[in-house]
């Protein structure tokens, strides 16, 4: 997939994420679905947030400040990029990203949207030009170049949508599917 149509499936599904900001409340934006699980507001703090700190990681193995690595992935790994998602089931979050989430306002969602497509349009067109041997670890992915971080927040922002499927369905939001 190249790059262009990666910066496309990724604007579409913010666009997603930002209808859904318009269509819920202020009140049930922060409220924590019965049975648990993460508010929407947690949704949009973690994944925005991850989102800006994989922009960082690419601009490292654009500026050449990377890791120089030829260490290849594991065939689970290949096998997430090659179908473009995560393997069915939930995964526990690791320690450092959960003490990131935090239940924002609509508006710090809004603001980390913004700020996430502002750094997103500054860093998409220097991605090809990146040395594949510049790579960044990942907490499960292992080592990742420039174009391997752009099509994870694909990837990872497309996962999380699903999650915020699954909470619209608990309060029957209107639309957001």
């Given at each position: 997939m190249s790059i262009a149509h990666t910066h496309k499936?990724?604007?579409?599904?913010?666009?997603?994420?930002?209808?859904?900001?318009?269509?819920?409340?202020?009140?049930?934006?922060?409220?924590?679905?019965?049975?648990?699980?993460?508010?929407?507001?947690?949704?949009?703090?973690?994944?925005?947030?991850?989102?800006?700190?994989?922009?960082?990681?690419?601009?490292?193995?654009?500026?050449?400040?990377?890791?120089?690595?030829?260490?290849?992935?594991?065939?689970?790994?290949?096998?997430?990029?090659?179908?473009?998602?995560?393997?069915?089931?939930?995964?526990?979050?690791?320690?450092?990203?959960?003490?990131?989430?935090?239940?924002?306002?609509k508006q710090e969602a809004h603001e980390l949207i913004t700020l996430f497509k502002d750094q997103l349009s500054q860093i998409t067109p220097l991605v090809e030009n990146a040395r594949s041997d510049q790579k960044i670890k990942h907490p499960r992915l292992g080592m990742l170049n420039a174009v391997k971080w752009y099509e994870f927040i694909d990837i990872h922002t497309r996962h999380h949508r699903k999650q915020l499927i699954r909470i619209s369905s608990k309060y029957q939001v209107a639309g957001y599917r």
């Open positions: 499936t990724i604007l579409d599904t913010v666009s997603a994420y930002e209808k859904l900001l318009t269509e819920v409340s202020d009140e049930l934006f922060i409220t924590t679905p019965q049975g648990g699980g993460w508010s929407y507001a947690e949704v949009f703090a973690h994944i925005f947030n991850s989102n800006i700190t994989c922009i960082q990681a690419i601009d490292k193995c654009i500026q050449g400040v990377a890791v120089e690595s030829d260490e290849g992935m594991s065939l689970g790994v290949r096998l997430v990029f090659f179908f473009g998602r995560f393997p069915p089931g939930k995964f526990k979050v690791p320690d450092r990203i959960k003490s990131q989430v935090r239940k924002i306002s």
